[in-house]
């Protein structure tokens, strides 16, 4: 494929951006999806050409132009097109291009319905951007575009506060995970000369046994810069601590958190650490953070959605929560089933998004799980494709979670250390949780007798064909998509491994094949995995369908529990005691009373005053009266004659 079939794929979003947020009011209206739509859809096409390519073995590293050179620091703008790239690009335009499809159902009529349009456009050309990068500098530029459409995309109703909040909220956490990436960049430049991928990860034996000294502390150079990195991951993949404005996310459209919160962005700090594996596998130390912030996150998000009502939050904690398990794999050396469970995601949690907005649609904007029930006869393209997408991420035999899923956990346990039987052991807990979880929505929206109101059960209905083929084409991603990595125990070949492992270091030996004993370790892991996930469909059915008045004279019997569930461990009020209100008072009491008001403005307005009152004083000079003018003429003339007498006059 030429080079500029390429640089297509993420200059036709943009171009269809530029139109809309310029035209799209005037000109284009509830049209503006065409364009949009019309563009994803080719970046689409030339992805899977992409794709196919580099099945073949082919690379494309192609810089376009230079675009900082300053002394040491050059940087040229240009592509890196491998296996995982190929990947990342057929996630993003896929799932982009159903987004784009089901946004025209669920946004018809939306006041800003082109500005919407816009802002995907816009976000679809910064992730294409982020994943085509060959260096860290593009890498960066296109990981804080992201961040800003998200803050456009959450934001997207604005006039509402607890929209706009969010917003911010998800700006400023993200600040904080990229400070720490913004210095692991600066870092590897200080030490490479280079932020160009190739040229790094071939001079790593330059920093392999360096060090550096860190509040007295000598510390592995490889363990901070990967560290560092990490910092970026932790936050656009919202875990632990960063991990609280994922789920206030879900205030913007419902195919906002599809695109942005299930499929891509998250996903991007699992996309960061895949392609710096050579880094991060230098530094036993950095890898071993990596496997424990994700099998924490994991646990600590699952818990959390076990109370939830909110049906877009419990789909959003259960995103926290997989993600957790893509760093597992990352943190364990195991990076090609990280990606692999990052590529079956994609599609059934993105289905989960998208069934929880057409539910939504049919209930009027409805999100409380406990106030539905019964809507499996009204609604049953959005049942039948949500239970699909739920024994996907359960893990059920046969669907695409369960592979991508399984092989998460069958290499933690064989990595052969502590911390790898530790996360095994959490990922397994973990996954008895999500299915729990997960069909515990199923049952509360879609079976039972319906709790709603009278009005809202008059308007029930199914949604129209504009958001169900998404559903429908997602549903069967779920099923499919993973028999790419189908395990050798079970008769394939794990054909995703094979094809990432043409990218450098990203399969390394902790995915080797393993022996006999190997294979019937691996079937037992396997085993408990299915078993897990049985037991939380089981559970949850017990629960929710055979005794359903059980669940909350279980949450009154261990009250404190359920409220440390329910209110999030409180997480967001310890943010809002230890850094918003000493933030909010230091704004209020030193930014604003003190720097603004003494300082600025006694500048501002001071110098003013000084000007006045020098001028009201030094008028009283001009007096108009000769007699005065003579007076201070003879003084004058007076000092003059004393300073020469006394020998300090200019003649001297």
């Known amino acids: 494929m030429d080079i500029k079939c390429y640089i297509l794929i993420p200059v ?83 799932v982009s291009f159903l987004v784009h499809i089901y946004s025209v159902g669920y946004m018809h009529g939306e006041d800003g319905y082109p500005r919407f349009f816009s802002f995907l456009s816009l976000f679809t050309f910064s992730m294409l951007m982020l994943v085509m990068s060959n260096n860290f500098l593009q890498l960066y530029f296109g990981w804080e575009a992201v961040g800003l459409c998200s803050y456009f995309l959450i934001g997207f109703w604005y006039e509402k506060k607890s929209a706009a909040d969010a917003a911010k909220k998800a700006f400023i956490v993200n600040r904080f995970g990229d400070f720490g990436f913004g210095l692991g960049v600066i870092l590897i430049f200080l030490n490479f000369g280079t932020l160009h991928y190739a040229e790094v ?37 919202a875990q632990l601590p960063l991990h609280v404005w ?15 919160h299930a499929a891509t962005m998250v996903t991007a700090g ?4 895949a392609r710096a594996n050579p880094i991060f596998t230098l530094s036993p130390t950095a890898m071993a953070v990596v496997a424990l912030t994700g099998s924490f996150t994991s646990v600590f998000a699952a818990t959390i959605a076990l109370v939830q009502n909110d049906i877009k939050r419990v789909v959003a904690y259960s995103t926290v ?30 289905c989960l998004f998208l069934c929880a907005g057409s539910v939504m649609h049919a209930m009027g904007g409805e999100l409380d799980v406990q106030k539905m029930g019964g809507l499996k006869k009204y609604m049953p393209v959005t049942y039948w494709t949500m239970l699909i997408a739920s024994f996907s991420i359960a893990g059920v035999p046969g669907l695409s979670g369960f592979f991508s899923k399984d092989e998460i956990l069958w290499k933690a346990l064989s990595a052969g250390s502590s911390v790898g039987k530790f996360v095994w052991f959490v990922g397994v807990l973990t996954a008895l949780l999500t299915a729990f979880y997960s069909f515990r929505v199923v049952f509360l929206a879609f079976h039972g007798t319906f709790r709603g109101t009278d ?7 199914e949604s129209p064909s504009s958001m169900t083929i998404p559903l429908v084409v997602l549903s069967v991603g779920a099923i499919v998509a993973g028999y790419a990595g189908v395990p050798h125990i079970l008769g394939g070949h794990d054909w995703i491994a094979g094809f990432l492992g043409k990218v450098h270091g990203l399969v390394t030996e902790a995915e080797a094949v393993h022996g006999e004993g190997g294979s019937q370790m691996e079937l037992h892991a396997m085993i408990i995995s299915i078993v897990a996930a049985i037991a939380g469909i089981s559970a ?26 329910f209110n999030k461990y409180y997480v967001d009020e310890l943010y809002g005691f230890l850094i918003v209100k000493p933030c909010n008072w230091a704004s209020e009491n030193i930014l604003n009373k003190v720097t603004d008001k003494i300082f ?53």
């Open 321 to 350: 929560s997989q993600l957790g398990y893509m760093f597992v794999a990352c943190g364990v050396g195991a990076f090609s089933a990280g990606v692999f469970h990052l590529y079956t995601h994609a599609f059934f949690k993105a």
């Open 270 to 273: 699992v996309f960061l650490v």
């Open 600 to 652: 600025i403005e006694g500048i501002v307005n001071g110098v003013p005053a000084l000007v006045e009152w020098s001028g009201q004083k030094l008028r009283k000079i001009q007096t108009g009266v000769v007699l005065h003018y003579s007076l201070v003429m003879a003084v004058g003339v007076f000092l003059l004659a004393v300073l020469v007498i006394m020998g300090l006059g200019p003649g001297k």
């Open 455 to 461: 009005e809202q059960k008059h308007h029930l209905h």
């Open 540 to 565: 949850a059915a017990f629960f929710y369908l055979k005794r359903p008045e059980l669940p909350k004279k279980i949450a009154s019997t261990f009250l404190p529990i359920y409220n440390l569930l």
């Open 246 to 260: 994922l789920p206030d996310a879900m205030e913007g459209p419902t195919p906002v958190s599809a695109l942005i």
């Open 201 to 237: 990860f071939k001079d790593l034996s330059v920093i392999a046994t360096q060090t550096v000294m860190i509040c007295g502390n000598e510390v592995s150079l490889p363990t901070v810069i990967a560290l560092l990195l990490f910092c970026g991951a932790v936050g656009k993949s």
């Open 12 to 94: 036709l979003p943009l171009a269809a951006f530029v139109l809309n947020i310029l035209f799209g009011k005037s000109i284009f209206k509830n049209r503006a999806h065409f364009i949009a739509t019309a563009a994803v859809a080719v970046s689409l096409f030339l992805s899977i050409r992409a794709f196919i390519e580099a099945s073949s073995g082919a690379v494309i590293n192609h810089d376009l132009y230079t675009w900082i050179e300053s002394g040491k620091f050059k940087v040229s703008f240009g592509f890196l097109v491998d296996q995982l790239t190929a990947i990342m690009l057929i996630v993003v335009t896929s």
